[in-house]
């Protein structure tokens, strides 16, 4: 069965580094997210993307965060200098229409020191 | 912006005990619901959807949900549990003019044997 895959499972990092967090979204779907959960909260929205370029995001994602599709397969989420409150878990999920079911990857933890 | 609630942050029930867990959003046109479940240290699985049609939806695991319009909610049931339910749950709530997801902030089951 087709899965959403993301690199590194754990990523540390020091503040005011950059990161980039990896996904693989399933192979058919045209429509890539990426959410964010913070430890004991909910998970929240950041950005969603179709057809190369940004759909919609939230007041979460800004000048800070980008995200990518550099080839055919790949989705990427970077951070430009993470501050300590970006630590969490970063989820990426993919859906074959706009509003239907969107299928998430394991995750990524990221904890910035 | 659309406000899920999850009433329940946990919810403790012996094993073979039938489960409620509950789920309110705010009143939109048209919503899609889906609840998902998050085990240890794994991304969230998709457990069941509503889209339209038939109020009452059954998904994986012998969950089912109740979507009702009057009440905004979308309960999710299971008559009797067993120890491999325990997890953390999240509602769901697609609006149909966007594509993010709005989460819950979850309910942790927890069975007890």
């Known amino acids: 069965e087709p899965e959403v895959t993301q690199t590194p499972s754990h990523q540390v990092t020091q503040m005011g580094q950059e990161v980039i967090l990896r996904c693989v979204p399933i192979?058919?779907?045209?429509?890539f997210y990426w959410y964010r959960q913070i430890l004991g909260q909910k998970v929240e929205f950041l950005v969603s993307?179709?057809?190369?370029?940004?759909?919609?995001k939230s007041e979460i994602f800004d000048d800070q965060f980008s995200v990518e599709r550099p080839d055919g397969s790949n989705f990427t989420l970077k951070i430009r200098s993470t501050k300590l409150e970006d630590s969490a878990m970063y989820f990426c999920?993919?859906?074959?229409?706009?509003?239907?079911?969107?299928?998430f990857g394991p995750g990524t933890r990221l904890t910035v020191l | 912006a659309q406000s899920v609630t999850q009433l329940d942050s946990q919810v403790p029930v012996f094993e073979e005990a039938p489960v409620e867990l509950r789920c309110n959003y705010s009143s939109s046109v048209s919503v899609y619901l889906f609840w998902y479940v998050q085990y240890p240290n794994q991304g969230l699985q998709l457990l069941l959807k509503?889209?339209?049609?038939?109020?009452l939806v059954k998904g994986i695991n012998g969950f089912e949900a109740e979507f009702n319009k009057s009440q905004t909610s979308f309960h999710l049931r299971k008559p009797s549990v067993h120890i491999s339910d325990t997890a953390e749950y999240f509602c769901?709530?697609?609006?149909?003019?966007?594509?993010?997801?709005?989460f819950g902030t979850g309910t942790s089951l927890t069975v007890i044997p």
């Open positions: 192979s058919n779907h045209l429509y």
């Open positions: 769901a709530v697609s609006e149909g003019t966007g594509n993010q997801f709005y």
């Open positions: 993307f179709y057809n190369n370029e940004i759909s919609e």
């Open positions: 509503y889209l339209s049609g038939s109020t």
């Open positions: 999920a993919s859906s074959t229409l706009a509003w239907s079911e969107q299928f």
